[in-house]
């Protein structure tokens, strides 16, 4: 590894640590730790909105899946950029006008009880480590490559790392870092975009011509069935993918560090056009990968293609390319996973810490001393689940994430502001349901088990067929949230029940006494 790369990752590091300590200064309360204040712009929110979704999953695990599958990475691709839609027509204005600090706050202004609170916290946390999964196998096969560090030493510095950045610094610094790292990213992005296409004169149809043969492939590279050889398997998928962004927590929580609606809209918007921009890049980026650093390189430095993206960037810009892509790809898992450490850990101090065992009543003294003590430990538990992980793909693995997202938290969130008949009970079951059956089927699944020794976690034929189990598990989590409610129909008869209410305050911000006296 040359000088050049070392100096960018200090730079890079220091830059960090400089607005962590910016931050810190800011961060005196649990509100400023939890959502920055609630004090950020449309432009700021669209910007750290596109920082969480540029993670290493999206830069590093697409480029990786196009260069290896071709034309199944759009699989991985397109149901994310839908899911945009359902957050902006669906969730963003309902979540920031009934939220204030966690997804709990939301579902808990319908349905005040503490069984409700704690289990929408459990799910967060749980839904927190899968994604950071992602993140820190990415993390650990990049400092590999660039430093020769093994890998699970590699997972564990970064987690280091990021924990301190999270403890200092809380969801502002997490903002701002994200904001000029998306804007770094998709700087490099673009950069690196303009020299594969020189390499192919700028022809964007040629280069789908030149995939006939640049892979071992052949012509099958631009067909589907490559990677994902059910039907069944990337319809499962893409479902997880639209439905779950839409019940990322650490996405969610986003929609609370702006003032109001209107901004929380107007955000999405501006995520909507970073990202669509990013997405057409990286398909050229993860084609000219294939052709240009070919499949057995990439394959070499990192079974799962993680690391093709910054193969391609020495290929085409030298060593400076590759240290500045290296360094811009490790402050991207640094912010992404300081996010998702800050959206969990809110989720224990605030939901189970200070309304659950303190009827809140936490001073904010102890909320941040239990905020800090939860991120040690969620940090603790992702790095050793991350060891058993190196060969997947951080993309899918991702995906797993979306899946549970989108089994448990998305039809409690979408029943709660359109269901009168909803209650206590269906919000329980449809969370619990959604994630145990989306966990259970994973770990029935090829991912987990296969015939051949070495390919899965465990040598043997895999119960549930199909890698992704969004389709079984997403219909449960809906079905959960009906059985459950339809069991606690008589309990919950005589409760008095403030539907009308949430759906007023849910449109428009304001409560019903609000509306009146306005």
Sequence with gaps: MGWDI????????????????????????????????????????????????MSASTFLGLIGAFSLTGYDGFFLMYG???????ILFLVAEPLRNLGKYTLGDMITAR????????????????????????QLVAAGALFKLLLGIPYNTSVLIVGVAMLAFVLFGGMTATSWVQIIKAVLLVGGTFIMFVMVMWKFNFNFIGIFTDMKTATPFGIDFLNPGLKYKNGWDATSLTLGLILGTAGLPHVLVRFLTVPNAKVARKSVVWLMWIMGLFHIMVIFLGFGAAK????????????????????????????????????????????????????????????????????????????????????IVITAIAIALSLFLQNFNVAFVASIALTLAASS?????????FWRKFNKNG???GMLIGLISTIGLVMLSPNVWNPEPG??????????????????????GFLGCYIGTLIGARKTKNV?????EIIVKSNIGNDVKGVVNH
């Design 111 to 134: 349905f005040k009880f503490k069984q409700v609170r704690g289990v929408t916290a459990f799910n967060t946390i749980i839904i927190s480590v899968f994604y950071m999964l992602a």
């Design 292 to 375: 240009l650093v070919g499949t057995s390189k990439i394959i070499e430095a990192n079974p799962a293609g993680n690391m093709a993206a910054p193969l391609l960037a020495k290929y085409i810009g030298g060593d400076f390319m590759f240290a500045f892509i290296s360094a811009v790809s490790f402050a991207t898992i640094l912010a992404v996973v300081a996010g998702i450490v800050v959206t969990g850990a809110t989720a224990f101090s605030h939901d189970f810490y200070n309304e659950i065992l303190k009827d809140g009543k936490a001073t904010e003294k102890q909320q941040m001393f239990m905020v800090r003590l939860a991120s």
């Design 496 to 500: 008095e029940d403030n539907f009308s």
């Design 455 to 476: 390919v899965a976690l465990f040598t043997g034929k895999p119960i549930f067929p199909l890698a992704s189990p969004g389709i079984l598990s997403i219909p449960l």
């Design 427 to 429: 919000a329980i079951f």
């Design 409 to 417: 938290n998305l039809p409690v969130i979408l029943l709660t502001i």
């Design 80 to 86: 994310a950029l839908v899911s945009f839609l359902v």
């Design 6 to 53: 070392i100096l960018l990752f200090v730079l890079m590091s220091i830059g960090v640590l400089f607005i962590t300590y910016y931050a810190s200064k800011k961060t005196k309360t649990a509100g400023s730790f939890y959502t920055a204040g609630g004090g950020l712009t449309a432009r700021q929110n669209g910007l750290a909105l596109a920082g969480d979704f």
